[in-house]
Structures are given as C-alpha cells and as structure tokens.
C-alpha cells in the first residue's frame, strides 16, 4: 500500500524557518518524480514544487521561488521541503504528493500524505 | 499560467441523481492534461481521473470525465452518499500546473 507521511510542520513566526519531512513507504520511491502542495485554510490546492527522481530537476511556485529548496533521499525514501523567510501567506496545509506524467515540473498526483499543518504568525 | 473555472460553485443534489461539474481553461490543455480529485472534509484530494477521462486506480465507473481543448466535465452517474465532496480539475500541460477553485457537491 502507497503511504506518505508528511511532519514538521508547526507554528513559526514570520520570516522564520521549518523543514517538512515525506516518509514514502509501500513503491518503489526512487523511480517517481514527487512534489509539495499546499491548500491554506478553506482555501483551494496550490503545486508548490516539484522534483525530479533523481533530484537534479527543480521546480518552484513563483510564491516561493528563493525562499523554499525541495530535496529528496532515495536510500531513505524521504522528501523534503526547507521553508525560509515565510510569510503569513505561507500559512497552509502542506501535502507531499506522487507524481506522475510530468512534464516541465507539472504533474498529476495519484497519492497524497495527509497533510502537515504550517502556520506563520506572530 | 493557464487559469481553470469551476462551475457551478456548488450543486445541491439528491442521492441517487446525476452530478455534472464542468471545468473551464483559459488556453488549450493539449493532449488532454486534466485530472479531477474528489477532497472530503479533513481530507487529502483523491485522484479520480486523469487524462481527462482515465478512471484512476479504484475509482468506480460511476466517475467518468470527457472533454478536450478548453472545456472538459466530470460526470457522476449516480451519487453515492460517500460523493458529497468537493471536486477539483487540475491541469498538468504545462508549469505551473494549475488547479480550479473547485465544485462543492453537498445533498440536497
């Protein structure tokens, strides 16, 4: 069974920093592409980043281009996401997502983590 | 960066009755690069179809989506009391992929 497991997420103030981990258990991580979602509360799904299986192609929202890095271990099967100088408006629920038929960083997701919940505030 | 709409914004339907949800693009999605997921309160979004009308992994053949270009529909033949959800199209032809604001499903 596919399982990811997002945590790290938490309350930091603006202009702070938080990793999130993806735990991927149940494929074969190393042969998919993976990618970070977000949805603030009540709010829609916005792609946040993407990369590549074997982590040299790199894709990123413009809303975080400069402050957010996605890295992944194959040996561990994690992903993750350093989050930098964040801002109120980071403020969401954030999910670590499979991807597949990507092209040019985008994507569908056929399996999604539960979410890690990241609240910016002072 | 290609902007999808949603409509309606809500349907308020019976079990037991069709769901049509239509996903508008404001370019071209070529080759048919359009997913739908189904997202349930305190829930991740489920993929339903991609391709704009492969059935994922599960899904049953209640689900079906069509279309092509710029207008592209999810259909639910019969709701189950489980389809009351929310409904997102997503479109992965090009960077950023984008998502609709989505289509809230609610019994009527």
């Avoid at chain 1, 916005?46 to 957010?68: C, H, P």
């Amino acid at each position: 069974e596919v399982q990811l497991v997002e945590s790290g997420g938490g309350l930091v103030q603006p202009g702070g920093s938080l990793r999130l981990s993806c735990a991927a258990s149940g494929f074969t991580f190393r042969s998919y592409e993976m990618n970070w979602v977000r949805q603030a509360p009540g709010k829609g799904l916005e792609w946040v980043s993407y990369i590549s299986i074997s982590g040299t192609t790199i894709y990123y929202a413009d809303s975080v281009k400069g402050r957010f890095t996605i890295s992944r271990d194959n040996a561990e099967n994690l992903v993750y996401l350093q989050m930098d100088s964040l801002r109120a408006e980071d403020t969401a629920l954030y999910y670590c997502a499979r991807g597949r038929y990507c092209s040019g960083g985008s994507c569908f997701e056929d399996y999604w983590g539960q979410g890690t919940l990241v609240t910016v505030s002072s | 960066e290609i902007v999808l709409t949603q409509f309606p914004g809500t349907l308020s339907l019976s079990p037991g009755e069709r769901a049509t949800l239509s996903c508008r693009a404001s370019q071209s999605v070529s080759s048919s690069k359009l997913a739908w997921y189904l997202q349930k309160p305190g829930q991740a979004p489920r993929l339903l179809i991609y391709g704009a009308s492969s059935r994922a992994t599960g899904i049953p053949d209640r689900f079906s989506g069509s279309g092509s270009g710029t207008d592209f529909t999810l259909i639910i033949s019969r709701l189950e009391p489980e389809d009351f959800a929310v409904y997102f199209c997503q479109q992965y032809v090009s960077s950023p992929g984008t998502f609709g604001p989505g289509t809230k499903v609610d019994i009527k």
